[in-house]
Protein backbone atom coordinates (compact mmCIF):
# COMPACT_ATOMS: atom_id res chain seq x y z
CA UNK A 1 0.00 0.00 0.00
CA UNK A 2 1.11 3.83 -1.12
CA UNK A 3 2.46 5.27 2.11
CA UNK A 4 0.00 7.48 3.59
CA UNK A 5 1.93 11.20 3.22
CA UNK A 6 1.86 12.78 6.49
CA UNK A 7 1.88 16.43 5.99
CA UNK A 8 3.19 18.28 9.42
CA UNK A 9 2.86 22.31 9.91
CA UNK A 10 5.66 23.37 9.09
CA UNK A 11 6.40 26.78 10.05
CA UNK A 12 9.27 27.09 8.87
CA UNK A 13 8.03 27.59 5.45
CA UNK A 14 8.47 31.10 3.61
CA UNK A 15 5.46 33.05 3.90
CA UNK A 16 3.85 33.32 0.59
CA UNK A 17 2.34 36.47 -1.07
CA UNK A 18 -0.46 37.38 -1.89
CA UNK A 19 -0.70 36.51 -5.52
CA UNK A 20 0.86 33.25 -4.74
CA UNK A 21 -1.38 32.14 -2.16
CA UNK A 22 -4.04 33.02 -4.36
CA UNK A 23 -3.12 30.45 -7.55
CA UNK A 24 -2.01 27.60 -5.19
CA UNK A 25 -5.69 27.76 -3.81
CA UNK A 26 -7.09 28.25 -7.16
CA UNK A 27 -5.19 24.84 -8.13
CA UNK A 28 -5.66 23.06 -5.07
CA UNK A 29 -9.36 23.37 -5.48
CA UNK A 30 -9.15 22.41 -9.31
CA UNK A 31 -7.66 19.40 -8.99
CA UNK A 32 -10.50 18.71 -5.94
CA UNK A 33 -12.93 19.93 -8.10
CA UNK A 34 -12.06 17.41 -11.26
CA UNK A 35 -11.62 14.33 -8.23
CA UNK A 36 -15.13 14.77 -7.10
CA UNK A 37 -16.58 15.74 -10.50
CA UNK A 38 -15.29 12.29 -11.63
CA UNK A 39 -15.78 9.72 -9.19
CA UNK A 40 -12.81 9.67 -6.62
CA UNK A 41 -13.93 9.10 -3.24
CA UNK A 42 -13.74 11.75 -0.55
CA UNK A 43 -11.03 10.54 1.06
CA UNK A 44 -9.10 10.95 -1.82
CA UNK A 45 -10.27 14.63 -2.93
CA UNK A 46 -9.67 16.05 0.56
CA UNK A 47 -6.27 14.32 1.04
CA UNK A 48 -5.15 15.76 -2.45
CA UNK A 49 -6.68 19.38 -1.98
CA UNK A 50 -4.43 19.27 1.14
CA UNK A 51 -1.31 17.62 -0.60
CA UNK A 52 -1.25 20.31 -3.29
CA UNK A 53 -1.61 23.14 -1.08
CA UNK A 54 0.96 22.13 1.27
CA UNK A 55 3.22 20.75 -1.28
CA UNK A 56 3.14 24.11 -3.36
CA UNK A 57 3.83 26.32 -0.18
CA UNK A 58 1.00 26.51 2.54
CA UNK A 59 1.49 25.04 6.00
CA UNK A 60 -1.66 23.96 6.58
CA UNK A 61 -5.01 23.62 4.33
CA UNK A 62 -8.66 22.74 6.03
CA UNK A 63 -10.93 21.31 3.33
CA UNK A 64 -14.50 20.65 3.61
CA UNK A 65 -15.93 17.95 0.84
CA UNK A 66 -19.91 18.39 0.24
CA UNK A 67 -21.69 16.51 -2.19
CA UNK A 68 -21.87 19.90 -4.96
CA UNK A 69 -19.15 22.11 -3.12
CA UNK A 70 -15.52 22.00 -1.73
CA UNK A 71 -14.75 24.40 0.63
CA UNK A 72 -10.82 25.30 1.45
CA UNK A 73 -9.13 27.61 4.17
CA UNK A 74 -5.46 27.58 3.59
CA UNK A 75 -3.26 29.27 6.25
CA UNK A 76 0.72 30.40 4.85
CA UNK A 77 2.60 32.19 8.17
CA UNK A 78 -0.69 33.24 10.31
CA UNK A 79 -2.43 34.41 7.57
CA UNK A 80 -5.46 32.37 6.19
CA UNK A 81 -7.65 32.28 3.38
CA UNK A 82 -10.79 30.67 2.23
CA UNK A 83 -12.73 29.81 -0.87
CA UNK A 84 -15.69 27.82 -2.35
CA UNK A 85 -15.94 25.92 -5.45
CA UNK A 86 -18.99 25.00 -6.53
CA UNK A 87 -19.31 21.13 -8.07
CA UNK A 88 -21.40 19.74 -10.36
CA UNK A 89 -22.24 15.94 -10.59
CA UNK A 90 -20.64 14.76 -14.20
CA UNK A 91 -20.16 11.84 -14.52
CA UNK A 92 -17.58 9.02 -13.96
CA UNK A 93 -14.00 9.36 -15.97
CA UNK A 94 -11.91 7.27 -14.18
CA UNK A 95 -8.68 8.66 -16.28
CA UNK A 96 -9.33 11.91 -14.74
CA UNK A 97 -8.57 10.55 -11.38
CA UNK A 98 -5.36 8.63 -12.66
CA UNK A 99 -4.11 12.17 -14.00
CA UNK A 100 -4.68 14.17 -11.26
CA UNK A 101 -3.22 11.80 -8.77
CA UNK A 102 0.11 11.38 -10.85
CA UNK A 103 0.08 15.23 -10.21
CA UNK A 104 -0.02 15.23 -7.17
CA UNK A 105 2.63 12.30 -6.21
CA UNK A 106 4.97 14.86 -9.03
CA UNK A 107 4.38 17.96 -6.67
CA UNK A 108 5.20 15.91 -3.26
CA UNK A 109 8.47 14.93 -4.65
CA UNK A 110 8.98 18.69 -5.81
CA UNK A 111 9.26 17.79 -9.60
CA UNK A 112 6.08 20.22 -10.61
CA UNK A 113 5.77 23.72 -9.78
CA UNK A 114 2.51 25.93 -9.57
CA UNK A 115 2.92 27.66 -13.52
CA UNK A 116 3.39 23.36 -14.54
CA UNK A 117 0.67 22.52 -12.57
CA UNK A 118 -2.03 24.90 -13.90
CA UNK A 119 -0.48 23.54 -17.94
CA UNK A 120 -0.98 20.01 -16.99
CA UNK A 121 -4.41 20.98 -15.09
CA UNK A 122 -5.68 22.37 -18.46
CA UNK A 123 -4.35 19.42 -20.30
CA UNK A 124 -6.44 17.43 -18.10
CA UNK A 125 -9.36 19.53 -18.37
CA UNK A 126 -9.45 18.91 -22.51
CA UNK A 127 -10.99 14.88 -21.75
CA UNK A 128 -9.42 13.90 -24.25
CA UNK A 129 -11.16 10.45 -25.08
CA UNK A 130 -9.66 7.50 -24.36
CA UNK A 131 -11.67 5.40 -26.48
CA UNK A 132 -14.07 5.85 -29.18
CA UNK A 133 -17.77 5.30 -28.71
CA UNK A 134 -18.48 2.75 -30.95
CA UNK A 135 -15.58 0.88 -28.96
CA UNK A 136 -17.23 1.65 -25.78
CA UNK A 137 -20.52 1.17 -26.55
CA UNK A 138 -19.33 -2.19 -28.55
CA UNK A 139 -17.81 -3.18 -24.96
CA UNK A 140 -20.42 -2.74 -22.82
CA UNK A 141 -22.85 -4.76 -25.15
CA UNK A 142 -19.86 -7.55 -24.29
CA UNK A 143 -19.97 -7.04 -21.00
CA UNK A 144 -23.52 -7.19 -20.27
CA UNK A 145 -23.73 -10.18 -22.67
CA UNK A 146 -20.82 -11.68 -20.38
CA UNK A 147 -23.03 -10.86 -17.37
CA UNK A 148 -25.64 -13.54 -18.77
CA UNK A 149 -23.23 -16.24 -19.63
CA UNK A 150 -22.48 -15.86 -16.08
CA UNK A 151 -26.18 -16.35 -15.01
CA UNK A 152 -26.48 -18.99 -16.98
CA UNK A 153 -27.66 -18.22 -20.17
CA UNK A 154 -27.29 -19.97 -23.82
CA UNK A 155 -25.77 -18.35 -26.76
CA UNK A 156 -28.95 -17.38 -28.52
CA UNK A 157 -29.44 -15.01 -25.12
CA UNK A 158 -25.93 -14.23 -25.06
CA UNK A 159 -26.80 -12.34 -28.71
CA UNK A 160 -29.87 -10.97 -27.84
CA UNK A 161 -28.15 -9.21 -24.54
CA UNK A 162 -25.26 -8.17 -26.47
CA UNK A 163 -27.54 -6.42 -29.46
CA UNK A 164 -29.73 -4.54 -26.46
CA UNK A 165 -26.99 -3.55 -24.39
CA UNK A 166 -24.72 -2.32 -27.27
CA UNK A 167 -28.28 -0.65 -29.11
CA UNK A 168 -28.90 1.11 -25.75
CA UNK A 169 -25.69 2.01 -24.72
CA UNK A 170 -25.61 3.75 -28.22
CA UNK A 171 -28.74 5.78 -27.44
CA UNK A 172 -27.42 6.40 -24.15
CA UNK A 173 -24.35 8.14 -25.57
CA UNK A 174 -26.62 10.14 -27.89
CA UNK A 175 -28.78 11.51 -24.79
CA UNK A 176 -25.93 12.45 -23.08
CA UNK A 177 -24.42 14.52 -25.70
CA UNK A 178 -27.42 16.48 -25.78
CA UNK A 179 -27.65 16.77 -22.01
CA UNK A 180 -31.21 15.37 -21.05
CA UNK A 181 -31.33 14.75 -17.68
CA UNK A 182 -29.32 12.53 -15.98
CA UNK A 183 -31.77 10.25 -14.54
CA UNK A 184 -34.58 10.60 -17.86
CA UNK A 185 -31.72 9.29 -19.80
CA UNK A 186 -31.41 6.37 -17.19
CA UNK A 187 -35.28 5.50 -17.90
CA UNK A 188 -35.19 5.59 -21.40
CA UNK A 189 -32.32 3.76 -21.85
CA UNK A 190 -33.19 0.92 -19.59
CA UNK A 191 -36.75 0.81 -21.45
CA UNK A 192 -34.67 0.34 -24.59
CA UNK A 193 -32.64 -1.90 -23.85
CA UNK A 194 -36.00 -4.32 -22.40
CA UNK A 195 -37.87 -3.85 -25.30
CA UNK A 196 -34.98 -4.85 -27.45
CA UNK A 197 -33.84 -7.73 -24.86
CA UNK A 198 -37.76 -8.65 -24.79
CA UNK A 199 -37.89 -10.35 -28.44
CA UNK A 200 -36.31 -13.05 -26.34
CA UNK A 201 -39.38 -13.90 -24.24
CA UNK A 202 -41.78 -12.66 -27.57
CA UNK A 203 -40.26 -14.33 -30.23
CA UNK A 204 -39.54 -17.77 -28.20
CA UNK A 205 -35.69 -17.47 -28.43
CA UNK A 206 -33.35 -18.92 -26.37
CA UNK A 207 -34.02 -20.93 -22.99
CA UNK A 208 -34.18 -18.33 -20.45
CA UNK A 209 -35.71 -14.91 -21.69
CA UNK A 210 -36.02 -13.09 -17.96
CA UNK A 211 -31.72 -14.04 -18.41
CA UNK A 212 -31.49 -11.84 -21.12
CA UNK A 213 -33.73 -8.66 -19.76
CA UNK A 214 -31.75 -8.79 -16.16
CA UNK A 215 -28.32 -8.51 -18.31
CA UNK A 216 -29.19 -5.86 -20.53
CA UNK A 217 -30.02 -3.17 -18.04
CA UNK A 218 -27.05 -4.03 -16.20
CA UNK A 219 -24.82 -1.38 -18.52
CA UNK A 220 -26.85 1.45 -16.19
CA UNK A 221 -26.04 -0.12 -12.97
CA UNK A 222 -24.77 3.19 -10.60
CA UNK A 223 -21.87 0.83 -9.50
CA UNK A 224 -19.43 3.71 -8.96
CA UNK A 225 -21.75 5.89 -6.94
CA UNK A 226 -23.19 2.94 -4.05
CA UNK A 227 -19.43 2.09 -4.00
CA UNK A 228 -18.28 5.51 -3.19
CA UNK A 229 -21.01 5.85 -1.38
CA UNK A 230 -20.08 2.84 1.22
CA UNK A 231 -16.40 4.16 1.27
CA UNK A 232 -17.55 7.97 2.12
CA UNK A 233 -19.89 6.64 4.96
CA UNK A 234 -17.16 4.19 6.52
CA UNK A 235 -15.07 6.89 6.70
CA UNK A 236 -16.97 9.15 8.03
CA UNK A 237 -17.73 11.45 5.39
CA UNK A 238 -21.56 11.46 5.87
CA UNK A 239 -22.94 14.00 4.22
CA UNK A 240 -21.75 12.52 0.85
CA UNK A 241 -21.67 9.38 1.44
CA UNK A 242 -25.60 9.94 2.22
CA UNK A 243 -25.79 11.96 -1.05
CA UNK A 244 -24.04 9.24 -3.04
CA UNK A 245 -26.23 6.41 -1.79
CA UNK A 246 -29.22 8.56 -2.45
CA UNK A 247 -27.79 9.18 -6.38
CA UNK A 248 -27.59 5.60 -6.58
CA UNK A 249 -30.93 4.64 -5.02
CA UNK A 250 -32.52 6.98 -7.71
CA UNK A 251 -31.00 5.58 -10.29
CA UNK A 252 -31.52 2.21 -9.39
CA UNK A 253 -35.11 2.71 -9.27
CA UNK A 254 -34.82 4.65 -12.63
CA UNK A 255 -34.01 1.66 -14.18
CA UNK A 256 -36.33 -0.65 -12.40
CA UNK A 257 -39.21 1.59 -14.02
CA UNK A 258 -37.54 1.70 -17.52
CA UNK A 259 -37.29 -1.76 -16.85
CA UNK A 260 -41.22 -2.29 -15.84
CA UNK A 261 -42.69 -0.08 -18.34
CA UNK A 262 -41.06 -2.32 -20.98
CA UNK A 263 -42.57 -5.26 -20.08
CA UNK A 264 -45.93 -4.34 -18.98
CA UNK A 265 -46.04 -2.34 -22.23
CA UNK A 266 -44.76 -5.23 -24.06
CA UNK A 267 -46.79 -8.20 -21.82
CA UNK A 268 -43.92 -9.97 -21.40
CA UNK A 269 -44.40 -13.25 -19.27
CA UNK A 270 -41.22 -12.68 -17.09
CA UNK A 271 -41.25 -15.08 -14.20
CA UNK B 1 -18.33 -32.88 -11.76
CA UNK B 2 -14.64 -34.76 -13.26
CA UNK B 3 -11.56 -32.56 -13.16
CA UNK B 4 -11.87 -31.30 -16.77
CA UNK B 5 -15.62 -30.09 -16.02
CA UNK B 6 -14.62 -28.06 -13.42
CA UNK B 7 -11.24 -26.82 -15.30
CA UNK B 8 -13.71 -26.13 -18.11
CA UNK B 9 -15.71 -24.29 -15.61
CA UNK B 10 -13.74 -22.41 -13.83
CA UNK B 11 -11.81 -20.84 -17.35
CA UNK B 12 -15.32 -20.16 -18.41
CA UNK B 13 -15.95 -18.12 -15.11
CA UNK B 14 -12.47 -16.18 -15.53
CA UNK B 15 -13.22 -14.85 -19.19
CA UNK B 16 -16.91 -14.23 -18.76
CA UNK B 17 -16.33 -12.16 -15.57
CA UNK B 18 -13.29 -10.66 -16.99
CA UNK B 19 -15.04 -9.31 -19.72
CA UNK B 20 -17.53 -7.80 -17.44
CA UNK B 21 -14.99 -6.08 -15.84
CA UNK B 22 -13.11 -4.98 -19.07
CA UNK B 23 -16.45 -3.54 -20.42
CA UNK B 24 -17.21 -1.59 -17.47
CA UNK B 25 -13.68 -0.14 -17.21
CA UNK B 26 -13.98 1.03 -20.68
CA UNK B 27 -17.25 2.67 -20.00
CA UNK B 28 -15.55 4.29 -17.06
CA UNK B 29 -12.59 5.58 -19.71
CA UNK B 30 -9.53 3.45 -17.41
CA UNK B 31 -6.48 4.24 -19.40
CA UNK B 32 -5.27 1.70 -21.58
CA UNK B 33 -2.18 0.44 -19.63
CA UNK B 34 -4.69 -0.39 -17.07
CA UNK B 35 -7.28 -2.82 -18.56
CA UNK B 36 -5.45 -6.02 -18.02
CA UNK B 37 -5.58 -4.96 -13.98
CA UNK B 38 -9.48 -4.46 -14.21
CA UNK B 39 -10.19 -7.53 -16.01
CA UNK B 40 -7.69 -9.60 -13.67
CA UNK B 41 -9.62 -8.03 -10.34
CA UNK B 42 -13.04 -8.74 -11.95
CA UNK B 43 -11.86 -12.36 -12.79
CA UNK B 44 -10.69 -13.54 -9.67
CA UNK B 45 -13.27 -11.98 -7.44
CA UNK B 46 -16.07 -13.47 -9.15
CA UNK B 47 -13.94 -16.85 -9.77
CA UNK B 48 -13.63 -17.21 -6.49
CA UNK B 49 -17.02 -16.68 -5.56
CA UNK B 50 -18.49 -19.24 -7.95
CA UNK B 51 -15.68 -21.68 -6.43
CA UNK B 52 -17.02 -20.87 -2.94
CA UNK B 53 -20.37 -21.32 -4.21
CA UNK B 54 -20.02 -24.76 -5.77
CA UNK B 55 -18.44 -25.97 -2.31
CA UNK B 56 -22.09 -24.88 -0.20
CA UNK B 57 -20.94 -21.48 1.22
CA UNK B 58 -24.09 -19.02 0.89
CA UNK B 59 -24.03 -16.68 -2.12
CA UNK B 60 -23.67 -13.59 0.70
CA UNK B 61 -20.39 -15.14 2.42
CA UNK B 62 -19.15 -15.90 -0.88
CA UNK B 63 -19.35 -12.62 -1.87
CA UNK B 64 -17.49 -11.22 0.91
CA UNK B 65 -14.68 -13.51 0.47
CA UNK B 66 -14.94 -12.72 -3.19
CA UNK B 67 -14.88 -8.96 -2.94
CA UNK B 68 -12.24 -8.89 -0.12
CA UNK B 69 -9.65 -10.65 -2.75
CA UNK B 70 -10.83 -7.73 -4.76
CA UNK B 71 -9.66 -5.84 -2.25
CA UNK B 72 -6.36 -7.05 -1.79
CA UNK B 73 -5.69 -7.66 -5.89
CA UNK B 74 -6.39 -4.23 -6.27
CA UNK B 75 -4.27 -2.97 -3.60
CA UNK B 76 -1.43 -4.70 -5.11
CA UNK B 77 -2.11 -3.91 -8.90
CA UNK B 78 -2.27 0.18 -7.55
CA UNK B 79 0.86 -0.40 -5.72
CA UNK B 80 2.29 -2.25 -9.28
CA UNK B 81 1.17 0.62 -10.97
CA UNK B 82 1.32 3.35 -8.61
CA UNK B 83 -2.43 4.44 -9.58
CA UNK B 84 -5.53 4.65 -6.59
CA UNK B 85 -6.68 1.85 -5.64
CA UNK B 86 -9.85 2.95 -6.49
CA UNK B 87 -9.20 2.20 -10.07
CA UNK B 88 -9.24 -1.53 -9.80
CA UNK B 89 -12.17 -2.45 -6.86
CA UNK B 90 -14.46 0.02 -8.69
CA UNK B 91 -14.14 -2.00 -11.97
CA UNK B 92 -13.29 -5.43 -10.25
CA UNK B 93 -16.79 -5.21 -8.02
CA UNK B 94 -19.04 -5.10 -11.29
CA UNK B 95 -18.65 -8.76 -12.08
CA UNK B 96 -20.53 -9.51 -8.27
CA UNK B 97 -23.14 -6.97 -8.54
CA UNK B 98 -26.45 -8.99 -7.83
CA UNK B 99 -28.27 -8.67 -10.83
CA UNK B 100 -30.68 -11.65 -10.89
CA UNK B 101 -31.25 -11.05 -7.48
CA UNK B 102 -32.31 -7.43 -8.17
CA UNK B 103 -34.26 -8.19 -10.89
CA UNK B 104 -36.69 -11.01 -9.40
CA UNK B 105 -37.06 -8.49 -6.33
CA UNK B 106 -39.01 -5.52 -8.62
CA UNK B 107 -40.51 -8.23 -11.37
CA UNK B 108 -41.81 -10.16 -8.41
CA UNK B 109 -43.07 -6.73 -6.33
CA UNK B 110 -44.79 -6.00 -9.98
CA UNK B 111 -46.73 -9.26 -10.36
CA UNK B 112 -48.08 -9.46 -6.49
CA UNK B 113 -49.66 -6.48 -7.55
CA UNK B 114 -51.82 -8.27 -10.34
CA UNK B 115 -51.68 -11.30 -8.89
CA UNK B 116 -55.01 -13.26 -7.15
CA UNK B 117 -55.36 -12.59 -3.25
CA UNK B 118 -53.93 -16.12 -2.29
CA UNK B 119 -51.13 -15.43 -4.37
CA UNK B 120 -50.11 -12.67 -4.44
CA UNK B 121 -48.87 -13.03 -0.32
CA UNK B 122 -46.19 -15.42 -1.29
CA UNK B 123 -45.24 -13.55 -4.22
CA UNK B 124 -44.85 -10.74 -1.62
CA UNK B 125 -42.70 -12.10 0.49
CA UNK B 126 -40.55 -13.54 -2.46
CA UNK B 127 -39.56 -9.94 -3.39
CA UNK B 128 -38.66 -9.27 0.03
CA UNK B 129 -36.46 -12.72 0.63
CA UNK B 130 -34.87 -11.44 -2.70
CA UNK B 131 -34.17 -7.64 -1.93
CA UNK B 132 -33.13 -8.60 1.75
CA UNK B 133 -30.64 -10.81 -0.56
CA UNK B 134 -29.61 -8.00 -3.07
CA UNK B 135 -29.00 -5.63 -0.01
CA UNK B 136 -26.91 -8.31 1.77
CA UNK B 137 -25.08 -9.06 -1.41
CA UNK B 138 -24.29 -5.01 -2.23
CA UNK B 139 -23.06 -4.83 1.35
CA UNK B 140 -21.30 -7.44 1.21
CA UNK B 141 -19.59 -5.87 -2.06
CA UNK B 142 -18.64 -2.47 -0.23
CA UNK B 143 -16.98 -3.71 2.88
CA UNK B 144 -15.37 -6.47 1.26
CA UNK B 145 -13.49 -3.96 -0.98
CA UNK B 146 -12.84 -1.51 1.58
CA UNK B 147 -11.30 -3.95 4.00
CA UNK B 148 -7.81 -3.43 3.05
CA UNK B 149 -7.76 -0.15 3.51
CA UNK B 150 -10.06 0.11 6.92
CA UNK B 151 -7.47 -2.81 8.08
CA UNK B 152 -4.21 -1.84 7.30
CA UNK B 153 -4.58 2.33 6.67
CA UNK B 154 -4.95 3.21 10.39
CA UNK B 155 -2.52 6.02 10.17
CA UNK B 156 -3.55 9.22 11.59
CA UNK B 157 -4.83 11.31 9.11
CA UNK B 158 -2.76 14.16 7.77
CA UNK B 159 -5.63 16.07 7.39
Known amino acids: MRPFVQTPVQADKPPMDYETLRDVIDLSLWAGQLLL ?8 VEETVHQLGTGLGCN ?34 LQVVVEVDALVQRVLVGKLDRFELRTELERVCRFEPGY ?19 FGGDWVIFGITFLAATIAMLLRQELHKRHLNTFLTVVITAFTASAIASSSALLHLGGQPQLALTAAVLLLVPGVPLINSIQDLLKGYMITGIARGVTGGVIAACIALGLLLAISLLKVNVL | MTVLELL ?40 LRTMLMNAGASVEFSTLIGAVAVGFVSVN ?43 SVELLAAAGINGVRTALVLSAIAFGITAPTLIFRRSHPSV
Open chain 1, 132 to 150: GRWTVALMVGAACAAFSRL
Open chain 1, 37 to 44: QHGAESQQ
Open chain 2, 8 to 47: NFSIQDVLWSGIAALGFAILFNVPRRLLAGCFLSGAIGHT
Open chain 2, 77 to 119: LSNRYSVPASIFTVTGAIPLVPGVFAYQTIVVLLSATSAPGDQ
Open chain 1, 60 to 93: WLDIFVSPNALVVTAISNGEFRTKVRRVINIGVN
